[in-house]
């Protein structure tokens, strides 16, 4: 019966623990807004200026020589204008384990608010200063900025929630990048700032919420598993979680953390060279580089590009469409924070696969009715289907969910790693398929989107035998379950065999019940 009160108390304990406070709230919010919230702004924001920003760099070039600009070269520079911010996001993804080792999660995040302001400033100042060369170059310092917050946002939320919040609360940032292309989309529309004067201030707009970020961050609390396993600072790690938790009672995360550290202590903090060669990861980097490319290679970029074209052909005016493509930005938003409700009674797996699947079957069935619109012609209204079924196919799965999985399927000391290869992954597939996805349309047309169908399948395929469902488990607890397909032991358990031999009788059962139930 005592044991069935502690069971109870414990329970108890834990439900207190899963309650969302107002500081975690808080924090959570601050870091979405300030960092994720800016990457989803800086994909969209150049899309619907484009031509009034190619009229400065012509009207620039002509100014400076005399002559127009040859239209091979514009084409040239607004390439490099529209690619340097992903090439520059897997720049950021490569600073990220170092940042997030030495200056920590909060740290890191503080640090790249100063190159988005400054590149904020440069961007809105570039037409004064009759200089194209900035906006380039300003597109690759926002590309770092969003290569680190794309990964550095997940890591450090993911860490500082509780196990039963994990899941909605990693979605987080993902709603922030959807509701940041949403913003970029509205406030580009050719009435508000998406004109000839209003370009430079739609540019200079991503420094605000880097600023807010940047004087609001520092009195939150850092990243409690970063304190106790990586610095060694218990004191600290626990007043963290005390103000994350809202209440004094953490011991048992404490004990949570203490168990992952002693793990670990075998190997130590991994660099990318190591994690890719240990036997024991090698089953979780195998899954996180499946799932990042399946979200970039799964024809995202191909949809949004044709979608204009879609509905054009559906009937929808030419001066309309700017504002059919703001209400498929808002669906992606209201989907995404769908995702955030039901990704904790759900799990990530039924979200992956019914994500990709819903983006397989979508790129099969808009393949048929691209290549049929011209002579059946309700096949453009099943296009417009197709459309947004894929979007908020996305939004639930494909999209957000891979970030949270890289969280939950590794440990304090190869995070940053992981973090580190799974954000190369992400933003060189998002280079490539910019880079790609033309040529492939001019050769293969609407049977582009039959590749994309393939890779949404193999995903699904990958998923379905190979990722394990991490809802509402510890970390410790995942890690588990990966050793047993990595076929490998795990240290922590050994060193459990030792304390149970350590102490007598009654304790030593209850370290055995313990164990059991982890």
């Given at each position: 019966?005592?044991?069935?009160?502690?069971?109870?108390?414990?329970?108890?304990?834990?439900?207190?623990?899963?309650?969302?406070?107002?500081?975690?709230?808080?924090?959570?919010?601050?870091?979405?807004?300030?960092?994720?919230?800016?990457?989803?702004?800086?994909?969209?924001?150049?899309?619907?200026?484009?031509?009034?920003?190619?009229?400065?760099?012509?009207?620039?070039?002509?100014?400076?020589?005399?002559?127009?600009?040859?239209?091979?070269?514009?084409?040239?520079?607004?390439?490099?204008?529209?690619?340097?911010?992903?090439?520059?996001?897997?720049?950021?993804?490569?600073?990220?384990?170092?940042?997030?080792?030495?200056?920590?999660?909060?740290?890191?995040?503080?640090?790249?608010?100063?190159?988005?302001?400054?590149?904020?400033?440069?961007?809105?100042?570039?037409?004064?200063?009759?200089?194209?060369?900035?906006?380039?170059?300003?597109?690759?310092?926002?590309?770092?900025?969003?290569?680190?917050?794309?990964?550095?946002?997940?890591?450090?939320?993911?860490?500082?929630?509780?196990?039963?919040?994990?899941?909605?609360?990693?979605?987080?940032?993902?709603?922030?990048?959807?509701?940041?292309?949403?913003?970029?989309?509205?406030?580009?529309?050719?009435?508000?700032?998406?004109?000839?004067?209003?370009?430079?201030?739609?540019?200079?707009?991503?420094?605000?919420?880097?600023?807010?970020?940047?004087?609001?961050?520092?009195?939150?609390?850092e990243s409690p598993r970063y304190l106790l396993i990586q610095k060694g600072n218990e004191e600290q790690a626990r007043r963290a979680l005390q103000k994350l938790r809202g209440q004094d009672d953490v011991d048992d995360e404490i004990q949570e953390m203490r168990q992952e550290d002693r793990s670990e202590k075998e190997e130590g903090q991994f660099t990318v060279l190591s994690l890719c060669t240990f036997r024991g990861l090698r089953w979780q980097l195998i899954s996180i580089i499946v799932m990042m490319m399946g979200q970039q290679l799964s024809g995202v970029n191909g949809v949004f590009y044709y979608a204009d074209r879609i509905f054009l052909s559906a009937g929808v005016d030419e001066n309309s469409v700017q504002y059919v493509t703001v209400?498929?930005?808002?669906?992606?938003?209201?989907?995404?924070?769908?995702?955030?409700?039901?990704?904790?009674?759900?799990?990530?797996?039924?979200?992956?696969?019914?994500?990709?699947?819903?983006?397989?079957?979508?790129?099969?069935?808009?393949?048929?009715?691209?290549?049929?619109?011209?002579?059946?012609?309700?096949?453009?209204?099943?296009?417009?289907?197709?459309?947004?079924?894929?979007?908020?196919?996305?939004?639930?799965?494909?999209?957000?969910?891979?970030?949270?999985?890289?969280?939950?399927?590794?440990?304090?000391?190869?995070?940053?790693?992981?973090?580190?290869?799974?954000?190369?992954?992400?933003?060189?597939?998002?280079?490539?398929?910019?880079?790609?996805?033309?040529?492939?349309?001019?050769?293969?047309?609407?049977?582009?989107?039959?590749?994309?169908?393939?890779?949404?399948?193999?995903?699904?395929?990958?998923?379905?035998?190979?990722?394990?469902?991490?809802?509402?488990?510890?970390?410790?607890?995942?890690?588990?379950?990966?050793?047993?397909?990595?076929?490998?032991?795990?240290?922590?358990?050994?060193?459990?065999?030792?304390?149970?031999?350590?102490?007598?009788?009654?304790?030593?059962?209850?370290?055995?019940?313990?164990?059991?139930?982890?």
């Amino acid at each position: 019966m005592k044991l069935k009160g502690e069971k109870q108390s414990s329970a108890s304990n834990e439900a207190s623990k899963g309650k969302m406070t107002l500081i975690l709230a808080m924090v959570t919010l601050i870091s979405a807004f300030g960092s994720s919230f800016q990457y989803g702004y800086n994909v969209s924001v150049i899309n619907s200026p484009a031509p009034y920003m190619q009229d400065f760099y012509n009207q620039t070039y002509y100014n400076r020589t005399g002559v127009p600009m040859e239209s091979s070269f514009q084409t040239l520079l607004w390439s490099l204008t529209v690619s340097m911010y992903p090439l520059g996001g897997f720049f950021g993804s490569l600073m990220v384990w170092p940042l997030v080792n030495n200056c920590g999660r909060k740290g890191t995040l503080l640090i790249s608010n100063l190159l988005s302001i400054t590149a904020a400033i440069l961007m809105g100042t570039s037409e004064l200063a009759k200089t194209y060369e900035v906006i380039i170059f300003s597109r690759v310092i926002m590309g770092i900025f969003a290569g680190l917050a794309s990964n550095v946002v997940p890591m450090f939320l993911g860490e500082m929630s509780p196990r039963n919040l994990r899941g909605a609360i990693g979605i987080v940032p993902q709603l922030f990048i959807s509701i940041g292309i949403l913003i970029a989309q509205i406030l580009g529309l050719n009435i508000i700032l998406g004109n000839a004067k209003g370009w430079p201030v739609l540019l200079a707009l991503t420094g605000i919420p880097s600023l807010i970020q940047l004087l609001v961050l520092p009195f939150f609390p850092e990243s409690p598993r970063y304190l106790l396993i990586q610095k060694g600072n218990e004191e600290q790690a626990r007043r963290a979680l005390q103000k994350l938790r809202g209440q004094d009672d953490v011991d048992d995360e404490i004990q949570e953390m203490r168990q992952e550290d002693r793990s670990e202590k075998e190997e130590g903090q991994f660099t990318v060279l190591s994690l890719c060669t240990f036997r024991g990861l090698r089953w979780q980097l195998i899954s996180i580089i499946v799932m990042m490319m399946g979200q970039q290679l799964s024809g995202v970029n191909g949809v949004f590009y044709y979608a204009d074209r879609i509905f054009l052909s559906a009937g929808v005016d030419e001066n309309s469409v700017q504002y059919v493509t703001v209400s498929i930005g808002a669906i992606n938003v209201v989907m995404t924070l769908l995702a955030v409700f039901i990704v904790e009674s759900l799990g990530r797996r039924i979200l992956l696969l019914a994500g990709f699947g819903f983006c397989c079957v979508s790129c099969a069935v808009l393949t048929l009715a691209l290549n049929l619109q011209t002579t059946v012609s309700w096949m453009s209204y099943l296009s417009i289907v197709c459309v947004i079924v894929y979007i908020i196919g996305h939004a639930i799965g494909a999209s957000p969910i891979p970030f949270v999985m890289i969280t939950e399927m590794f440990l304090q000391s190869s995070r940053p790693a992981a973090f580190m290869v799974g954000g190369s992954v992400h933003w060189l597939s998002n280079f490539t398929v910019g880079l790609v996805f033309l040529y492939m349309e001019a050769g293969l047309g609407p049977y582009s989107f039959l590749i994309f169908c393939g890779i949404c399948l193999a995903t699904i395929v990958y998923i379905f035998f190979i990722v394990p469902e991490t809802k509402n488990k510890t970390f410790m607890e995942i890690n588990r379950i990966m050793a047993k397909r990595n076929k490998v032991e795990i240290q922590e358990d050994k060193e459990e065999l030792k304390d149970f031999q350590a102490v007598p009788g009654g304790q030593a059962e209850k370290k055995e019940i313990s164990s059991h139930e982890l």
